[in-house]
């Protein structure tokens, strides 16, 4: 077994360390060695956004870092969206508008969604289409998930004022 | 679009209720939201090991022999697996699920034979899924490599590679005298088509061709399964049918039912191909070797290349018609993929080609051919859309010649109440001219299209749904809401709809029941999530549990108020003596009083919802705005509206996302999808990049009318509503293409090759 690293991040607004192989990526890092298995694998190359998270601001597929890479830097998962026991505008917006239907995709899309609308709090739905577009979901036909992100967009602007 | 003249989402609601036909909130919707919900690959146990496959490498080879020797001695294995391993005996009963037993060990770990690239030959245990995987570059295979076959065409030809040196082609209850790769060919007639097409003023035939197409569900294939030290086997996987999991696995290990637990976890995706079992006797096996649980993940590869996808197939269809285009003859003839292994779904094809016709003279060949791709497996309507697809564009090119609106020629042909198939049934009520005339009132379709190179298609579809056997137990718990145990997995929110038909009988709240997803130890034996059948049969046996507590309920309150049961009655949640004015309680009151007054009540339903057919079927129909570039092929989908039969709406949010993903995955099948097939039988795209499902950016929103014609057998009307939506948009679109550019596509995916192509050989 090849020696492990020692790797201090900050996942979800804690200090986090752990123990990785240098061939671990960061998706199984989250999964096997952390237990967060919020994200999830749908393909393990990049091309499905089941594992997406935030990493220093920008959303990455987890699969295609490496564990060693996180060293110093900061994580967001599907765990650390919601406030404590409240629900992130978007989980509520998901929810209301039924836009999960076997949900194995759902965490990914909230956690990019999440980024879209703090980047551009009003987008159109071409944005919301373009932006998204690297998140496969088989289920809905993505019709209830651009609705939900329009929807969350809303109530978050009228949260502002 | 983003605002919109017209409702995108409208309910033809014929009947109201008080809980069916409103959307509260799923019940595992926060565990789903926030990463909580525990999937497949989220179980973990102590001791676990991690399993990995060894895939044949070649489409069409003999396994000489297999030396596994090295695997076992490498770092970290704890044990290799092959086909040896497993029992011998029996291998020709078909179990349960109509497959042969041999046949599903042989497609769990190959035999003499590996018939397709991915075919599993060998597994290993061991303490990391890395350490695992390096072991199965250790396992020697000695391979005579033999030449594949890959379309129905090279498997039907003289000649040809023979995969099963045993087969014969059944006909007729006979069987063939030489080895075929023609497993079954069936006919069915109606009338006499020859004369049919005698009398026709307009006769239309075409040859259509299509690909190989996968499920593409998120979630790949994952087991864990521990064999106990008392001999028990528990296995944790992702499944749509948790009871089918378990009679297979007792199949392929040749140990009894009663010894094996089968917990399903949450499933992400399946729309058919988790049906079957791969992995979970595989994990069983490992795990009876080294005494730990063992848990295998697939990954993306291993599931475009190892478990089922939906067939290709080569159908022809005719049909004739007078000059006022009423057709008189139809003929269809389907050939389909089975895989590796008989059993394609060219015999549900074949039941549905002509379904929404009354047309008087008919016959259909169907053919069930063996090829050396994966065993293939239900998909969403499972053989509906090839046939769909040659017979709509049929219909579309006669109305066309005939002058005639393409919604109202199928509307003077609709299938009816009292309409027979040339497969036998004879049609309960149904919904095709309901679906017909909505799509003929829908805004969508007189909305002008303009612009160049855009042309608009419809057409319409039919999946005859299934009934099969549900059960579903309810507690009443003291505070006044109840507990529900049912078997069906919930892929796409039946939760939710099985509590509401439970709380609509109970004149409860939604939210007062909460349903739970259960092991086949901890509820009654329970058919597939599949057919569309969860809403239909299990709500049908949450609604029979949920009268079985009412009546308890009436009974307790005759008790405490020492009063005739026959004079009590219970509505809306109120029970009330139909005598005393006074004697009066809720739901919530009586709750309350069971514990002091003989325990609780607890109330079961167990039904049979019938075969195929049950409940007459779904009927799905689209209008379809499409734009072609005509400088390269490509298809964009400008507009798109689904209508559809859902018999009773019991949540109409997930009526609609069942509406709009199985629309979606059926642009994808017309559109982009196919299994890129190398001549050595190798697919050249089994990635997520490569195989190109539809994205959010290929796609309008996905406009939805549920129109609502009761089925006649459920108590609450409910037909499924998980497939027939897949069937029309391949046509739908083809018809779109032909009105933008002139062509008739024949083949699928009408990808930008394709188009152009047909576009220069005009």
């Known amino acids: ?45 990049g091309n499905c956004g089941a594992c997406t998270v935030v990493l220093d601001g920008r959303i990455v597929t987890s699969c295609l870092v490496l564990g060693v890479e996180v060293e110093g830097r900061e994580i967001t998962t599907i765990e650390g969206v919601a406030c404590g026991s409240t629900l992130h505008p978007v989980q509520t917006a998901f929810l209301e508008n039924a836009a999960l239907q076997c949900g194995i995709c759902t965490p990914g899309f909230i956690v990019a969604s999440k980024v879209l609308l703090e980047q551009n709090p009003d987008p159109t739905e071409h944005e919301i289409r373009f932006w998204l577009a690297n998140n496969l979901c088989r289920c809905t036909g993505y019709d209830k998930i651009v609705r939900a992100v329009q929807d969350a967009a809303v109530k978050m602007r009228e949260a502002e004022v | 679009m983003t605002t919109t003249e017209y409702d995108p989402n409208v309910v033809l609601s014929t009947k109201e209720y008080d809980v069916i036909g409103t959307r509260p909130l799923r019940p595992d919707g926060a565990d789903k939201v926030t990463g909580r919900a525990q999937y497949g690959a989220d179980f973990t146990a102590t001791g676990l090991l991690h399993g990995k496959v060894l895939r044949s490498p070649h489409a069409h080879a003999r396994i000489r022999s297999i030396d596994t020797s090295k695997a076992e001695a490498a770092p970290g294995v704890l044990a290799v697996v092959t086909n040896a391993d497993l029992p011998k ?182 729309f058919g191909g988790k049906i079957p079992s791969y992995v979970e006797p595989v994990c069983a096996m490992l795990s009876q070797k080294t005494g730990q649980p063992v848990k295998i993940v697939m990954t993306r590869q291993e599931v475009f290349e190892g478990t089922g996808p939906t067939p290709g197939s080569n159908v022809r269809v005719k049909v004739g018609a007078d000059a006022q285009g009423n057709i008189k003859a139809a003929h269809a003839y389907l050939a389909y993929e089975a895989g590796a292994f008989k059993g394609s779904p060219v015999a549900a094809g074949s039941q549905c080609v002509f379904a929404a016709y009354a047309a008087p003279n008919q016959a259909i060949d169907g053919y069930d051919v063996v090829v050396n791709k994966p065993k293939t497996q239900a998909y969403r309507a499972p053989g509906a859309t090839n046939a769909a697809f040659a017979m709509e564009t049929v219909v579309s090119e006669i109305a066309e010649k005939l002058g005639i609106d393409p919604v109202d020629i199928r509307l003077k042909n609709a299938a009816r109440e009292g309409t027979r198939r040339a497969d036998g049934p004879t049609f309960p009520r149904i919904g095709c001219e309901e679906v017909l005339q909505a799509m003929r009132d829908h805004p969508h379709y007189s ?13 319409i579809g039919y999946w005859f749904n299934v009934g099969f056997k549900s059960t579903c137990t309810i507690s009443v718990n003291h505070d006044g809401a109840v507990s529900l145990i049912e078997g069906s997995t919930d892929i796409g929110g039946s939760r939710a709809s099985v509590a509401m038909q439970a709380a609509e009988v109970l004149g409860i709240r939604a939210e007062d029941v909460r349903p739970t997803v259960a092991d086949t130890d901890s509820v009654g034996y329970t058919d597939v999530t599949g057919g ?53 309680m809720t739901f919530k009151e009586l709750a309350a009083e069971l514990a002091s007054t003989g325990g609780t009540i607890i109330g079961s339903g167990s039904i049979d919802g019938g075969g195929m057919g049950a409940g007459g079927g779904s009927f799905a129909g689209n209008i379809v705005d499409v734009e072609v570039d005509p400088d390269t092929g490509k298809v964009t989908v400008l507009r798109f509206t689904c209508v559809q039969d859902a018999g009773k709406a019991i949540h109409p949010s997930y009526v609609e996302g069942q509406m709009q993903g199985g629309s979606v995955q059926g642009i994808g099948w017309g559109l982009n999808e196919e299994y890129f097939m190398r001549g050595n039988g190798e697919m050249a795209n089994s990635s997520l990049l490569d195989y190109r499902m539809p994205t959010s950016l290929d796609l309008p929103m996905i406009d939805t009318v549920i129109v609502e014609v009761p089925s006649p057998s459920h108590p609450f009307g409910v037909r499924g509503v998980g497939e027939a939506n897949i069937v029309p948009p391949p046509a739908a679109i083809a018809h779109a ?18 188009v152009m192509e047909a576009v220069w050989s005009k």
Not at chain 1, 17 to 26: A, T, V, Y
């Open chain 2, 532 to 584: 569309s059948r969860v809403a239909y049969a299990t709500g049908w046996a949450a609604h029979d549990a949920a009268q079985d507590v009412k009546r308890q309920m009436i009974e307790r309150a005759s008790q405490i108020w020492d009063i005739d049961a026959a004079s009590i009655e219970m509505e809306k949640g109120v029970i009330r003596s139909t005598t005393d004015s006074e004697l009066r």
């Open chain 1, 1 to 45: 077994m090849p020696a492990k690293t020692y790797v201090q991040t900050t996942i979800n607004g804690e200090h986090v360390d752990f123990l990785c192989e240098p061939r671990q990526s960061l998706l199984e890092c989250l999964r096997d060695v952390i237990g967060l298995t919020g994200s999830k694998e749908g393909c393990n190359d």
């Open chain 2, 447 to 459: 909305a002008p299209l303009e612009g160049p190179n855009r042309g608009r298609g419809i057409s």
């Open chain 2, 89 to 270: 005996g029996g291998e020709d009963v078909v179990g349960g699920e109509g497959v042969a037993v041999g046949d599903l060990r042989r497609n769990v770990l190959a035999a003499d034979k590996a018939l397709y690239k991915g075919h599993a030959v060998a597994a290993v245990a061991a303490a990391s899924p890395h350490d695992a995987e390096e072991a199965l570059s250790l396992i020697e295979v000695d391979y005579e490599v033999l030449s594949p076959v890959l379309t129905v065409q090279e498997a039907m030809a003289d000649g040809a590679p023979i995969l099963h040196e045993d087969m014969r082609t059944m006909a007729g209850g006979e069987a063939g005298d030489e080895p075929s790769n023609v497993a079954e060919h069936f006919r069915h007639d109606l009338g006499d088509v020859e004369k049919g097409f005698a009398e026709s003023d307009i006769v239309i035939e075409r040859e259509f061709d299509t690909a190989t197409v996968h499920q593409g569900y998120i979630e790949p294939q994952v087991a864990t399964a521990l064999w106990n030290t008392d001999g028990r086997v528990h296995v944790w996987c992702s499944t749509q049918g948790s009871f089918w999991v378990r009679d297979e696995v007792s199949n392929v290990l040749g140990i009894p039912e009663s010894l094996i637990k089968v917990t399903p976890m949450e499933i992400g995706g399946g």
């Open chain 2, 737 to 754: 293409i032909h009105n933008a550019t002139g062509v008739w596509m024949e083949k699928l995916p009408m990808n930008p090759g394709a």
